[in-house]
């Protein structure tokens, strides 16, 4: 029902977690995809399972601004945009210094809108084009030790607003999908800066479980397709039902 057939579609960070999902996911559903990761081996590994030369690999690190310009110039023009790439960091408040800070905030906030920024300028995103952002609920929570994380987070949120309301008016929509806690390998990593228990006491917080890549996959999927098209500047949030709490 949520056709994604023939569509360009570019996922960043889709060596692992939720964007390798979404690109199994979209690949599944006919969509063409322009594929972006650091890592050669792992890139190399998703091109493998999806078996299908229709789609393409950019290795790309976007914490070099150079590699975004290039990477903007160099694609053709997109029916969507899946920005999965991102980090995961646990720091308590005192903690505070800011060369995490800036490294946080650089890969999910400024690259974001930075290679946003450039296809736009590029005049790279069709017509009719679906941007979708993944934050997380760590931007309206006050979860401890997610100064750094939560903050990049809802600035994207609402720097994604903006943009699409300036976006409108050619039709492309833009939005947010606001993950609570999933079982990937880059929140499974993250954990272990935490306390094993404080993690447990976490998991309990959700009532219909922890999520996994599929259930995020399945939402950007939607909001891709245009039975959404009437949908754009939300941040939809997807936690299981921990917000209840």
């Known amino acids: 029902m949520f056709s994604v057939k023939n569509k360009t579609i570019l ?139 939560g903050a990049s987070k809802a600035a994207l949120n609402t720097a994604v607003k903006v943009l699409a309301s300036e976006l409108a008016p050619k039709n492309i929509r833009a939005n947010t999908i606001m993950p609570g806690i999933v079982k990937t390998p880059m929140i499974e990593g993250a954990s272990d800066q935490l306390n094993a228990e404080a993690f447990e006491k976490a998991e309990k917080l959700y009532p219909l479980g922890l999520g996994t890549p599929h259930d995020i996959a399945s939402a950007a999927l939607f909001l891709l397709s245009s039975e959404s098209r009437w949908i754009t500047g939300t941040s939809l949030l997807i936690d299981g039902g921990h917000s209840l709490q």
């Open 11 to 149: 996922i960043t960070g889709a060596s692992s977690g939720i964007g390798r999902y979404t690109a199994v996911l979209l690949a599944s559903q006919g969509a063409n995809l322009i594929l972006t990761g650091r890592s050669r081996e792992k890139m190399d590994s998703l091109m493998a399972e999806l078996n299908n030369p229709v789609h393409k690999v950019i290795v790309c690190d976007l914490d070099d601004e150079n590699n975004i310009k290039t990477l903007a110039q160099n694609i053709e023009s997109l029916d969507g945009l899946v920005y999965s790439a991102g980090v995961v960091d646990y720091t308590l408040f005192k903690f505070f210094s800011r060369e995490k800070y800036e490294k946080v905030f650089n890969v999910n906030f400024y690259s974001a809108i930075q290679l946003t920024n450039y296809l736009i300028k590029f005049k790279k995103v069709n017509k009719d084009a679906s941007l979708v952002y993944i934050s997380s609920i760590s931007s309206i929570l006050g979860v401890p030790a997610t100064t750094f994380y």
